[in-house]
T-cell receptor, first 118, second 113 residues
């Protein structure tokens, strides 16, 4: 499981409240990602990080912010949660490695966090 | 940005039959094409991948083929079993990004005993 944990695993919160989800990895992976998964939309990238304090936006970043102050932790914050942010959130990691036919960047997912905004 | 389309969205087969899922992409410079399997309530798991300099790759009952000219790639599962039932996602790494994947919307595969 690439040493990835997410917390909390389940959360119910009210509209307008701030929420922070944590992704923790133990294997010193450089790249970390936050996705959301919704029926009919697959996996959509929210934000990603390519190093400590180096982050960038994905395709659905509005309403979300991230921080990475340590290699092992990548935090996703919903500043003011809305019902449209009810979703399953997956953290992922990747690293560069040499495969049999060149460089690959295999990506592995954490167990997910189910967030419900009421 | 990259656009990935995946078909079909649902697929039902009888145990022992083959299943094929196809994805098309838009960026001709894309160079890495993984497939993920997600069982109900679980995380997506990487099951096979292929690079742009390879046309086909096999791993036991699963295989992936890539047609760079037509910009599509396919997942083939032979001798399907009930435990193959899951949602399958294709993904593409565009040529301009070493660390981002764009995912298809998924295919729900049901293998009927």
């Amino acid at each position: 499981d690439a040493g990835i944990t997410q917390s909390p695993r389940h959360k119910v919160t009210e509209t307008g409240t701030p929420v922070t989800l944590r992704c923790h990895q133990t294997e010193n992976h450089r790249y970390m990602y936050w996705y959301r998964q919704d029926p009919g939309h697959g996996l959509r990238l929210i934000h990603y990080s390519y190093g400590v304090k180096d982050t960038d936006k994905g395709e659905v970043s509005d309403g979300y912010s991230v921080s990475r102050s340590k290699t092992e932790d990548f935090l996703l914050t919903l500043e003011s949660a809305t019902s449209s942010q009810t979703s399953v959130y997956f953290c992922a990691i990747s690293d560069m490695r040499w495969g049999t036919s060149g460089i690959v960047y295999e990506q592995y997912f954490g167990p997910g966090t189910r967030l419900t905004v009421t | 940005g990259e656009n990935v389309e995946q078909h079909p969205s649902t697929l039902s087969v009888q145990e022992g039959d083959s299943a094929v899922i196809k994805c098309t992409y838009s960026d001709s410079a894309s160079n890495y094409f993984p497939w993920y399997k997600q069982e109900l309530g679980k995380r997506p798991q990487l099951i096979i991948d292929i690079r742009s300099n390879v046309g086909e790759k096999k791993d036991q009952r699963i295989a992936v083929t890539l047609n760079k000219t037509a910009k599509h790639f396919s997942l083939h599962i032979t001798e399907t079993q009930p435990e193959d039932s899951a949602v399958y996602f294709c993904a593409v790494r565009s040529g301009g990004s070493n660390y981002k994947l764009t995912f298809g919307k998924g295919t729900l595969l049901t293998v009927n005993p």
